[in-house]
T-cell receptor
Framework: GAVVSQHPSRVICKSGTSVKIECRSL??????MFWYRQFPKQSLMLMAT?????????EQGVEKDKFLINHASLTLSTLTVTSAHPEDSSFYIC?????????FGPGTRLLVL | LAKTTQPISMDSYEGQEVNITCSHN???????ITWYQQFPSQGPRFIIQ???TKVTNEVASLFIPADRKSSTLSLPRVSLSDTAVYYC??????????????FGRGTQLTVWP
């Protein structure tokens, strides 16, 4: 299957700082990628759709000024959590599809102190 | 997107066959049924996808009745390493802008020795 990577795998930051998470499709090009967030013992929640060359589409209730998404190339999407707070601590996962089936990255564990 | 209903949890013993059923009464004509497996602190892993009748791959089988209002994931001879959360998703994953996936609570499968 297709491979999606994320970097970093885990990050710890201080409250008020910004954190960037990268999502890469390693063996295919993806005009669209998706970002999810998962809190402990809960299911994945779709945050936004990242579109190459255009603005991201955010799900209802997700602050687009807080979660900045950039999809500058066909293999890379980045999620920046701006002015992070402890409540932003979560597991962030991206996905992409080469042909209709979504493949997920390994996730990034964010801890905001 | 069609809402799905799955059992919250299931238990099994090593070597047994496990069948997890998912209800999706409002499935649309263009929707596919996809199952994912997720281990703690990892991104979901694609298991199998189907549209109708039966699909089989090296790890599982997917049974879909004619009305497509439900589906059953069958895992033959499970092992301890199959302990995970299994998600059933329904959607038109073939179109990039329609590839958004909305996860339900999933089924926690626990395999005992």
């Amino acid at each position: 299957g297709a491979v999606v990577s994320q970097h970093p795998s885990r990050v710890i930051c201080k409250s008020g700082t910004s954190v960037k998470i990268e999502c890469r499709s390693l063996d295919f090009q993806a005009t669209t990628m998706f970002w999810y967030r998962q809190f402990p013992k809960q299911s994945l929640m779709l945050m936004a759709t990242s579109n190459e060359g255009s603005k991201a589409t955010y799900e209802q209730g997700v602050e687009k000024d807080k979660f900045l998404i950039n999809h500058a190339s066909l293999t890379l999407s980045t999620l920046t959590v701006t002015s992070a707070h402890p409540e932003d601590s979560s597991f962030y996962i991206c996905s992409a599809t080469p042909s209709g089936t979504q493949y997920f990255g390994p996730g990034t564990r964010l801890l905001v102190l | 997107l069609a809402k799905t209903t799955q059992p919250i949890s299931m238990d099994s013993y090593e070597g047994q066959e496990v069948n997890i059923t998912c209800s999706h009464n409002n499935i649309a004509t263009n929707d596919y049924i996809t199952w994912y497996q997720q281990f703690p602190s990892q991104g979901p892993r694609f298991i199998i996808q189907g549209y109708k009748t039966k699909v089989t791959n090296e790890v599982a089988s997917l049974f879909i009745p004619a009305d497509r209002k439900s589906s059953t994931l069958s895992l033959p001879r499970v092992s301890l390493s199959d302990t995970a959360v299994y998600y059933c998703l329904v959607g038109d994953t073939r179109g990039s802008t329609l590839g958004r996936l909305y996860f339900g609570r999933g089924t926690q499968l626990t395999v005992w020795p």
